[in-house]
């Protein structure tokens, strides 16, 4: 008995820290999609924009990376994987717009909030 309820309370704490870090990833795009469409406005070249970009929705950023390695520690993770692993996650999450900034400009496109 024990056992089923410490599997159900880990289970509700695991989908509640996916929520949670699913939230915060969308956040962060949202975010720069926000910055993006902007930079095109202003016409930011592809290299300015790059830099720009890293530093662009820093607190969006820093809630997913905290978010993530929450979640990553309660599967089992070290801290060390748990901070490596969020940082990929995040960096994949920018890298999407930085890669993307250039199609946008010649295609005349935006990108688009998630809901």
């Keep these: 008995m024990i056992a089923f309820l410490s599997i159900a309370l880990f289970s509700t704490v695991s989908a509640v ?3 949670d870090a699913e939230t915060a990833r969308i ?4 975010c720069l999609v926000e910055f993006t469409g902007a ?3 202003e016409k930011t070249g592809t290299g300015a924009f790059k830099k720009a970009a890293k ?5 969006e950023r820093e ?20 901070a490596s692993f ?10 999407a717009f930085t890669d993307s900034y250039a199609g946008y400009m010649s295609s005349n496109t935006r990108p688009v909030k998630q809901d």
């Design 17 to 19: 820290t996916i929520a």
């Design 27 to 30: 956040a962060y795009s949202n």
């Design 39 to 41: 930079q095109l406005d």
């Design 55 to 59: 530093t662009a929705c820093t607190a």
């Design 63 to 82: 809630a997913m990376i905290s978010a993530i390695k929450k979640d990553e520690i309660t599967y089992g993770s070290s801290d060390e994987e748990a």
């Design 86 to 95: 969020a940082m990929e996650e995040a960096d994949g999450v920018l890298f």
